[in-house]
Each structure stands twice: as structure tokens, then as C-alpha cells.
């Protein structure tokens, strides 16, 4: 019987860990043809976006001032239209926030759409980011 307890104890810890509904963020659940590097610098910050939406190329690039650019490729995976919205957190070499966060912006997605979405940080501090997705409010 002693062989029996660790096991029923094992499978009971698991049972309640799986029904356990934990909040974001999320990576994208499908594979990508970019880099794992780039995929940690897309988030979504819910399950429906994790289901609903991915990120099918990240694009960056100094401008002249230097200031960091983004544009993100968000493609929707669904049958059918929906609403999301978007933002951009830039950061320092340290993966610090500059304090540089772009507003939440409403993206509209027909069947299947990928929609570029651009950034631009507002100081030449920044030279990592974010860029989150979540449930439009």
C-alpha cells in the first residue's frame, strides 16, 4: 500500500496544477520561422490572444536620431474577425524600461489578416522591447 500513496499523491498535485488558471503573459503557442530570441520579445497577455494570435516576424531597426523601431507582423489564427490590442515596452541594454511605453492600440483582424504594426521609441535609451497583445477592453 506504502508504493501507492507517493503515486495517488503525485497525480492528485498534478490534477490540481492543471486546473489552475494562470495569467500571463504567454509566447505563442505555434512554431515560428524566427528566432527563439525574437519570440521572447512578443508576449500575449491572456488565452484567448494566446489562441487567437501570433507573430509571424519582428522587424527592428536604429533610425538616424537613434531611436529603436518595431514593426510587428500579428496574424490572426482564427476563422473569423477579431479585435486585439497592442503596445511596445522599450528597454535599456539591461532589459530595463526606459520608461518608454507606447499606448494600447486597437488592431481589428479579418479571417486569417496579418497586420504590420509599427513603433517608435521616444528616446534613444531604448534597445530591447516588448511587444504585447491582449484581449481588447
Known amino acids: 500500500m506504502k508504493p501507492i500513496l507517493p503515486t495517488l499523491a503525485v497525480l492528485a498535485a498534478l490534477g490540481l496544477a492543471g486546473c ?7 509566447l505563442p503557442q505555434e512554431t ?5 530570441e525574437n519570440t521572447e520579445k512578443f508576449i500575449l497577455m491572456d488565452r484567448p490572444t494566446q489562441v487567437s494570435v501570433t507573430c509571424t516576424g519582428l522587424q527592428e ?44 492600440q486597437t488592431l481589428i483582424l479579418g479571417e486569417g ?6 513603433f ?3 528616446n534613444n535609451l531604448a534597445r530591447k522591447y516588448t511587444v504585447a497583445v491582449r484581449q481588447a477592453r
Open 20 to 26: 489552475q488558471n494562470e495569467p500571463g503573459p504567454f
Open 120 to 122: 517608435t521609441s521616444m
Open 113 to 118: 489578416a496579418t497586420e504590420a504594426v509599427p
Open 61 to 104: 531597426r536604429v533610425t538616424d536620431d537613434g531611436r529603436l523601431e518595431v514593426v510587428a507582423n500579428v496574424k490572426n489564427r482564427e476563422n473569423r474577425r477579431i479585435q486585439v490590442q497592442v503596445r511596445c515596452e522599450f528597454k535599456d541594454d539591461h532589459g530595463v524600461s526606459t520608461g518608454d511605453e507606447t499606448p494600447w
Open 32 to 36: 515560428t520561422k524566427y528566432s527563439i
